[in-house]
T-cell receptor, first 110, second 111 residues
């Protein structure tokens, strides 16, 4: 099946800093989503982005499908950005199931 | 709020028991997906239903089963529970093969 790798596994930043999270995947995809899992365990949709670039406030994402990677940018970090960020993909050659990466744990220090 | 509801939020039970987790998808969404999040396996796809029919199966144990009812809500049944079944179980829904919206999850603890 499709493989999803996220880096870095852990990131500790001061409030106000910017960060870039990376997601590499091993096959063509027809779905790529970024999620934020908050400390209460809830999975919050950030972006549906199988290709191209999107922005939502301080967050933006870019997927280069031909090179099989996606980047999530967080600018001017706030403590509420802390949590685990997951990338999940669905392969072009499979069904609609999402395969998740192992996540990046982001800790924002005040 | 994603619009997907799951009940109960927490469930504590003993080994060997059977439990039922319930999911109501967003209004209009025909697809329901179940995922399991455990410390050792991460987030894994279990099963998908589309308009009442099973569409895809993932790493779902034989002790687990699911169904989707005519009103499109879904239930995940877990039986002969083992300690290793303790996990966060998520339901997600989508209207088509794009954005999946996740519910708040049911945290299952097997003692």
């Amino acid at each position: 099946g499709i493989q999803v790798e996220q880096s870095p596994p852990d990131l500790i930043l001061q409030e106000g800093a910017n960060s870039t999270l990376r997601c590499n995947f091993s096959d063509s995809v027809n779905n790529l989503q970024w999620f934020h899992q908050n400390p209460w365990g809830q999975l919050i949709n950030l972006f549906y982005i199988p290709s191209g670039t999107k922005q939502n406030g301080r967050l933006s994402a870019t997927t280069v499908a031909t090179e099989r990677y996606s980047l999530l940018y967080i600018s001017s970090s706030q403590t509420t950005d802390s949590g685990v960020y997951f990338c999940a993909v669905a392969s072009n050659f499979g069904n609609e199931k999402l395969t998740f990466g192992t996540g990046t744990r982001l800790t924002i220090i005040p | 709020d994603s619009g997907v509801t799951q009940t109960p939020k927490h469930l504590i039970t003993a080994t060997g028991q059977r439990v039922t987790l319930r999911c109501s998808p967003r209004s209009g969404d025909l697809s329901v997906y179940w995922y399991q999040q455990s410390l050792d396996q991460g987030l894994q796809f279990l099963i998908q239903y589309y308009n009442g029919e099973e569409r895809a199966k993932g790493n779902i144990l034989e002790r687990f089963s699911a169904q989707q009812f005519p009103d499109l809500h879904s239930e995940l049944n877990l039986s002969s529970l083992e300690l290793g079944d303790s996990a966060l179980y998520f339901c997600a829904s989508s209207v088509s093969a794009d954005t999946q919206y996740f519910g708040p999850g049911t945290r299952l603890t097997v003692l």
